[in-house]
């Protein structure tokens, strides 16, 4: 089973995931026309500023057990059979944020949604684009991606990759992790502007 | 193995899910005095709002105990519990076996004591019951009374708000959740709700209450008379634990367990509502009465009773609340008693309307108060709960563009 997996280490910041994730979760599925639409459709991946002003790609983990589910007020929470997507039932959902509290990566945002029940507030968060994946397509944010922060891959061999990345790492000998050369640069100088002014 | 379970609310029944998850073929029987199926108890209060129908309120399939093979004994009672002879005894005599007991019986809402208490319209809220008879009694009302200003008594309020009634709140405390907030969230909240046509009167309880069949006033002890068709108690919640033998299964405020739900017997746990175990924020015996709390405890009970050995890390005050404009989220010691030892950081106030108050001791986050902007309260809760050393200098943590990544480095 694919999942998207995340690089923080390689994120530029450019924030083209989100526009590409509210596009897909729009009705209109085109940028060009999701803009104008009510309610506006938001993005379900939100690139924050990290402790060094980098950017950091935050999504849903989909988390087993999830924290979220066992604190849904509503039942509204499940995992979709088979794929282990965490799904939240619009239908279902009162906007209570106990979710909220119980997430510990921060992921889940509160509005109308596009997907939702009009004129009600409900949570949302990503949902794998499973719309996209049922008709053969990967997942938007990763499609959009081409600092290579976000990938679609097999979980096992993800997480081999990660596994020898981190072995990597820690041995001076062997090869830096492969992070784009501009990328490891302006994170650098990030880094240093920070450290030098001081905070 | 014969796992019995008494009480059927999220703790028992999350209890059930992990037994049968381990266990396909065992016995489980579940003893519940509600005869209506598995239900989201915080959700009464969107009923009671109007935001949400009575319908919704079920959070299971009516053919829950048949699709999970669990013998339910429901409208019945447990008046006793025979430890040594492994029997549970109910109202009519029965006795039923054990090898394994789940106590998950919740809580009753705290007595009110005041003459007249018989009176129509005067209600606590607790029970779907509740929630039905208290939108029933709407019709027509326009004024009501809410006793207490903690969890209950505010959901009351804010409800019987939405509906359009003059509510007037009696509060002990000058704020209301002065147990769930700090002075400064609580006058915040308290603003809002006046704003929204709230009165509030502070120091005041009820002597008794007057009518003639329905409640038509409730009298103050200073004897002030305060005319009102409708009345809701919500002075907090009690364990039930009236039918736990106290010599043989030690009972402090709740029903005392260890790290894996176990009570002083062994093979009797306890879990939800009724248990009191280590508060993390804390670090003492706590009741967190709480939804989070009932589905993970009643949860780890499960795997316990069934012979998975799973260790629960302790209990966490939490709380998320939408006042009309005001989004509140609160977790953990947010007041401590003694200031000394603990630090504490805060931003924002009624003027920004965006406020944030950290409590840490030594490097420890112990508690947090976020009112709106409170996406990023489960990194918060998660800090606390798992005991994790703050490196970042907490100005940043407190600073509104906080998120999970500035953590990783
Ligand atoms: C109005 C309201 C709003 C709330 N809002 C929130 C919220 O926003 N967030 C939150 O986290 N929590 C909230 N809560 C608290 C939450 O509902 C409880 O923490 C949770 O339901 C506890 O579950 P439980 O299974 O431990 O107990 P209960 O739900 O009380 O279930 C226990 C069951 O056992 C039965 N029982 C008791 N004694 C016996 C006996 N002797 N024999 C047989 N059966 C027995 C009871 O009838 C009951 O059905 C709210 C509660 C109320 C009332
Ligand atoms: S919303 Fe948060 S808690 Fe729920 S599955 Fe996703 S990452 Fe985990
Ligand atoms: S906001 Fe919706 S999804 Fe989140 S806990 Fe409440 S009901 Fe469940």
């Given at each position: 089973?694919?999942?998207?997996?995340?690089?923080?280490?390689?994120?530029?910041?450019?924030?083209?995931?989100?526009?590409?994730?509210?596009?897909?979760?729009?009705?209109?599925?085109t940028?060009?026309?999701?803009?104008?639409?009510?309610?506006?459709?938001?993005?379900?991946?939100?690139?924050?500023?990290?402790?060094?002003?980098?950017?950091?790609?935050?999504?849903?983990?989909?988390?087993?057990?999830a924290?979220?589910?066992?604190?849904?007020?509503?039942?509204?929470?499940?995992?979709?059979?088979?794929?282990?997507?965490?799904?939240?039932?619009?239908?279902?959902?009162?906007?209570?944020?106990?979710c909220?509290?119980?997430?510990?990566?921060?992921?889940?945002?509160?509005?109308?949604?596009?997907?939702?029940?009009?004129?009600?507030?409900?949570?949302?968060?990503?949902?794998?684009?499973?719309?996209?994946?049922?008709?053969?397509?990967?997942?938007?944010c990763?499609?959009?991606?081409?600092?290579?922060?976000?990938?679609?891959?097999?979980?096992?061999?993800?997480?081999?990759?990660?596994?020898?990345?981190?072995?990597?790492?820690?041995?001076?000998?062997?090869?830096?992790?492969?992070?784009?050369?501009?990328?490891?640069?302006?994170?650098?100088?990030?880094?240093?502007?920070?450290?030098?002014?001081?905070? | 193995?014969?796992?019995?379970?008494?009480?059927n609310?999220?703790?028992?029944?999350?209890?059930?899910?992990a037994?049968?998850?381990?266990?396909?073929?065992?016995?489980?029987?579940?003893?519940?005095?509600?005869?209506?199926?598995?239900?989201?108890?915080?959700?009464?209060?969107?009923?009671?709002a109007?935001?949400?129908?009575?319908?919704?309120?079920?959070?299971?399939?009516e053919?829950?105990?048949?699709?999970?093979?669990?013998?339910?004994?429901?409208?019945?009672?447990?008046?006793?519990?025979?430890?040594?002879?492994?029997?549970?005894?109910?109202?009519?005599?029965?006795?039923?076996?054990?090898?394994?007991?789940?106590?998950?019986?919740?809580?009753?809402?705290?007595?009110?004591?005041?003459?007249?208490?018989?009176?129509?319209?005067?209600?606590?809220?607790?029970?779907?019951?509740?929630?039905?008879?208290?939108?029933?009694?709407?019709?027509?009302?326009?004024?009501?009374?809410?006793?207490?200003?903690?969890?209950?008594?505010?959901?009351?309020?804010?409800?019987?708000?939405?509906?359009?009634?003059?509510?007037?709140m009696?509060i002990?405390?000058?704020?209301?959740?002065?147990?769930?907030?700090?002075?400064?969230?609580?006058?915040?909240?308290?603003?809002?709700?006046?704003?929204?046509?709230?009165?509030?009167?502070?120091?005041?309880?009820?002597r008794?209450?007057?009518g003639?069949?329905?409640?038509r006033?409730?009298?103050?002890?200073?004897?002030?008379?305060?005319?009102?068709?409708?009345?809701?108690?919500?002075?907090?919640?009690?364990?039930?634990?009236?039918f736990?033998?106290?010599?043989?299964?030690?009972?402090?405020?709740?029903v005392?367990?260890?790290?894996?739900?176990?009570?002083?017997a062994?093979?009797?746990?306890?879990?939800?509502?009724?248990?009191?175990?280590?508060?993390?924020?804390?670090?003492?015996?706590?009741?967190n009465?709480?939804?989070?709390?009932?589905?993970?405890?009643?949860?780890?009970?499960?795997?316990?009773?069934?012979?998975?050995?799973?260790?629960?890390?302790?209990?966490?005050?939490?709380?998320?609340?939408?006042?009309?404009?005001?989004d509140?989220?609160?977790?953990?010691?947010?007041?401590?008693?003694?200031?000394?030892?603990y630090?504490?950081?805060?931003?924002?106030?009624?003027?920004?309307?965006?406020?944030?108050?950290?409590?840490?001791?030594?490097?420890?986050?112990?508690?947090?108060?976020?009112?709106?902007?409170?996406?990023?309260?489960?990194?918060?809760?998660?800090?606390?709960?798992?005991?994790?050393?703050?490196?970042?200098?907490?100005?940043r943590?407190?600073?509104?563009?906080?998120?999970?990544?500035?953590?990783?480095?």
């Amino acid at each position: 089973m694919k999942q998207v997996v995340v690089h923080p280490e390689r994120c530029v910041g450019c924030m083209q995931c989100m526009l590409a994730c509210a596009t897909a979760h729009s009705r209109s599925l085109t940028l060009f026309a999701a803009v104008q639409e009510t309610p506006q459709p938001k993005p379900r991946i939100h690139v924050g500023a990290g402790r060094f002003n980098e950017g950091f790609p935050n999504r849903c983990r989909h988390c087993d057990p999830a924290p979220c589910q066992m604190a849904c007020l509503a039942g509204a929470i499940y995992r979709r059979d088979g794929a282990g997507t965490v799904m939240i039932n619009p239908d279902r959902c009162i906007n209570c944020a106990s979710c909220a509290m119980a997430c510990p990566y921060g992921v889940i945002r509160f509005h109308e949604d596009p997907l939702g029940p009009a004129g009600h507030a409900i949570a949302v968060k990503c949902d794998n684009c499973s719309a996209r994946v049922a008709k053969g397509q990967i997942p938007a944010c990763v499609e959009i991606c081409k600092a290579g922060a976000l990938t679609y891959e097999e979980m096992d061999a993800a997480m081999r990759r990660k596994t020898r990345d981190v072995s990597r790492s820690m041995s001076t000998d062997a090869d830096q992790p492969a992070i784009p050369a501009g990328v490891a640069l302006l994170k650098t100088i990030k880094q240093s502007e920070i450290a030098l002014s001081g905070s | 193995m014969k796992h019995v379970i008494i009480g059927n609310g999220i703790a028992g029944v999350s209890a059930a899910e992990a037994i049968r998850l381990l266990e396909a073929t065992a016995d489980i029987t579940i003893i519940g005095d509600e005869t209506f199926p598995p239900y989201s108890r915080p959700m009464i209060s969107h009923v009671l709002a109007g935001s949400q129908p009575h319908g919704k309120l079920p959070i299971r399939s009516e053919h829950f105990y048949a699709d999970q093979k669990i013998t339910p004994l429901l409208g019945r009672r447990a008046v006793g519990i025979d430890v040594a002879g492994r029997q549970v005894l109910l109202a009519d005599d029965t006795r039923i076996g054990f090898d394994r007991l789940l106590i998950a019986a919740g809580a009753d809402p705290r007595p009110l004591k005041a003459e007249g208490l018989d009176l129509k319209n005067i209600f606590y809220m607790r029970t779907q019951e509740h929630a039905k008879q208290q939108v029933a009694a709407l019709d027509g009302a326009r004024r009501a009374v809410v006793l207490g200003g903690g969890l209950v008594g505010f959901k009351a309020a804010y409800g019987l708000l939405r509906r359009g009634l003059a509510v007037t709140m009696l509060i002990t405390s000058g704020y209301p959740l002065s147990m769930q907030v700090d002075e400064t969230a609580g006058r915040m909240i308290l603003d809002e709700l006046v704003r929204h046509g709230l009165t509030v009167q502070v120091g005041v309880t009820v002597r008794a209450f007057e009518g003639n069949g329905s409640v038509r006033a409730a009298v103050t002890d200073a004897g002030t008379r305060l005319p009102c068709d409708m009345v809701i108690i919500g002075k907090g919640v009690l364990p039930c634990r009236t039918f736990i033998p106290k010599g043989q299964i030690e009972v402090d405020l709740g029903v005392v367990v260890d790290e894996h739900l176990q009570t002083t017997a062994p093979g009797i746990y306890a879990a939800g509502d009724v248990a009191e175990m280590v508060d993390i924020a804390r670090g003492c015996r706590w009741v967190n009465a709480l939804w989070p709390e009932a589905v993970g405890q009643g949860r780890v009970a499960g795997l316990n009773m069934a012979g998975r050995e799973v260790a629960y890390p302790g209990s966490l005050s939490r709380n998320v609340m939408r006042v009309f404009d005001l989004d509140v989220l609160t977790v953990g010691n947010v007041t401590p008693r003694e200031e000394a030892g603990y630090r504490i950081v805060q931003t924002g106030g009624a003027a920004q309307k965006y406020y944030r108050r950290l409590v840490l001791r030594d490097d420890l986050l112990v508690g947090a108060v976020m009112i709106n902007r409170i996406e990023q309260g489960g990194v918060l809760r998660s800090l606390i709960e798992n005991r994790i050393p703050i490196r970042l200098p907490p100005e940043r943590l407190v600073a509104p563009g906080f998120n999970f990544g500035q953590l990783l480095y």
